[in-house]
Structures are given as C-alpha cells and as structure tokens.
C-alpha cells in the first residue's frame, strides 16, 4: 500500500485562500484552524503559518480589533497583488538585462589587452551575481505561474534572453582564456587562479 502525498505549502495555501474567497467573511485564526483542519485537510497545527505567509505575501488583510485579530481576503486583491509582483519582476528583468548588457560591452572591451587583471576580476564576479539573481527572478516567476499565463509567458521569453546573454558573457570569458593560452602559453589551471575563474564556472543549461 502507498504511503499518502503530504500537502504541499502552496496547496495548502490555496485551500485557505479558497475559504476567504468562497465564503467571503472575517475570521478569527482559530475559527480558520478549524475550518482548514475540518474542510480542508490541513494541520491544525501550521494553519497559523499559512496564514502568516498569506498576511505578509499581501494576500490576507488583517487588523486588530479589541483583543482578536481578523483576517479576511478578496479575488479581487490577489489579482492585483500578483499583477503588481509581476510588474515588479518585469522592472527587476529589465534593469538585469541592461547590467548585463553594459557587462557584455566591458568583457569585450576587456579582450584587448589582459594586463588589468582586477578588471577582469570584477567582470567575473558581476557575471557570476547576474547568474545568481536571473536563477532568482526566475524561481520568482514560477511562483506566480498561475496569475496570468500570457505575462508569465513573456516574462519566460525574457529570462531565456538574459540565459542565453549569460552564456555569450561566459563563452566570452572561454574566448579570452584561449586567447591567452595561445598568447602567452599559460595553463588553464594558472588562469583560473590568477584571474579568480572558479572550477564549476560554465554555461546555464
């Protein structure tokens, strides 16, 4: 016999969005407690978690009323909470691929002559922290996959841009690297640890 799928937080947080929506009422956090646990299939226990996730991603207003806090959501404000995460993301996207285009334009610059090594140095690591936040916008998007399909599917065009101007950025810095293989007959090792190139330094699939 298999062993039962545990719940999922994003499931269980679509089940408690699903009572405010479908009920359209205030509750208190016990009243939730019992409802997730009874009618939705959710521990008890971390109800109170899930609401907090909810309350701080925007999604679930609440105030304090006397001695008890009230919660209470809307369709109408998830929609437009993810619409404006989403824009946020497009304005994150784009300001990355303009740092990453100005970066493009120093590692090429940087081809002619390779005696300023610091720059170098810093070129890799701007490259590296760019790697690192597209890797982040793009968890982000797949977080709001659900909101809106034809925006998620632009923003998803846009981060395969900002891959596929990484991978020219690193085939960039293999280029110089042969370069100077061929130029001054260094070893591969010697210009990784001169020039600061990490060992799991490569392409993003």
Known sequence: MSKRKGISLEEKRQRMLSIFYDRKEFFQLK?????????KGINAMVIKDVI?????????DTERIGTS????????????TRKRKIDDLQKQLGESERKRKATDESISKAKVGREDSES?????????EKKTQCEKLTVQIEHYKECDPEVLEAKWQETQVAKDAANRWTDNVFSIKSWCKRKFGFEESVLDKQFGIPEDFD???
Do not use: T
């Open 31 to 39: 009243e939730l407690e019992k409802i997730g646990s009874k009618e």
């Open 52 to 60: 907090q996730g909810l309350v701080d991603d925007g999604l679930v």
């Open 69 to 80: 806090n009230y919660f209470w959501a809307f369709p109408s404000k998830a929609v437009h």
């Open 120 to 128: 170098r140095e810093k070129i890799l690591k701007e490259l590296k």
């Open 203 to 205: 392409y993003i699939d």
